[in-house]
């Protein structure tokens, strides 16, 4: 079964520069929830989409941003980045009308800083 | 806001043995589902079992199985004949439908042979 991919599956930035994180949910999958897990840490949610409209906000820095594109797939984009943003960055997708609400997550980003 | 409690940072047990992981949530409202991810080594966040919390039933899924006591607001997953495959993070996880997803701070489980 198709699963959620999430490319790259690592990169690596200096501070300050950029970053764009990829998120290609399960087909037929609406929402799409991105996630922040530091070492040693829980995850952490950071924003999520449905429709290609942002439904939920969690605490995300503001010098992150995403959005969901019309195909559902999505992207953080990341600016300014800081040594403290170096962390496995997880993204779920869920169809809207389940049920269980259950979400899917795919393999992680690991996103390290230097 | 919501919250998730886990109270074991830590456990062990040895293989084939039966184990039992706590977990405390925090919620006023009554429609609500809850969930135990398993994360191995390899960092993926492996669905174990969910439950809803209008059903009184505990959920059952091979050797897991929750015990869900809503009034308590306690949502604790057994292991029984503990493999070591089992040996992974396991969070807790609440969700109110349709927001975001609350983990605990997890316990790091560890199957001895």
């Known amino acids: 079964a198709a699963g959620v991919i999430q490319s790259p599956r690592h990169l690596i930035k200096e501070k300050r520069e950029t970053a764009t994180l990829k998120c290609y949910p399960i087909?037929?999958?609406?929402?799409v929830y991105w996630y922040q897990q530091g070492p040693g840490q829980d995850p952490q949610f950071l924003i999520s989409?449905?429709?290609?409209?942002?439904?939920d906000k969690g605490s995300i820095p503001d010098r992150f941003s995403a959005q969901q594109f019309s195909d559902y797939h999505s992207e953080l984009n990341m600016s300014s980045l800081e040594l403290g943003d170096s962390a496995l960055y997880f993204c779920?997708?869920?169809?809207?009308?389940?049920?269980?609400?259950?979400?899917?997550f795919g393999p992680g980003t690991r996103l390290t800083v230097l | 806001a919501q919250t998730v409690t886990q109270s074991q940072p830590e456990m062990s047990v040895q293989e084939a043995e039966t184990v039992t992981l706590s977990c405390t949530y925090d919620?006023?409202?009554?429609?609500?589902?809850l969930f135990w991810y398993k994360q191995p080594p390899s960092r993926q966040m492996i669905l174990v079992i969910r439950?809803?919390?209008?059903?009184?039933q505990n959920a059952t899924e091979n050797r897991f199985s929750v015990n869900f006591q809503k009034a308590a607001k306690s949502f604790s997953l057994k292991i029984s004949d503990s493999q070591l495959g089992d040996t992974a993070m396991y969070f807790c996880?609440?969700?109110?439908?349709?927001?975001?997803?609350?983990f605990g701070a997890g316990t790091r489980l560890t199957v001895k042979p």
């Open positions: 779920a997708s869920s169809p809207h009308e389940t049920v269980y609400n259950e979400q899917f």
């Open positions: 087909p037929r999958h609406d929402t």
């Open positions: 989409f449905y429709e290609k409209m942002q439904s």
């Open positions: 919620t006023s409202e009554s429609n609500y589902y």
């Open positions: 439950q809803e919390a209008y059903k009184q």
């Open positions: 996880a609440f969700m109110m439908p349709p927001n975001d997803m609350r």
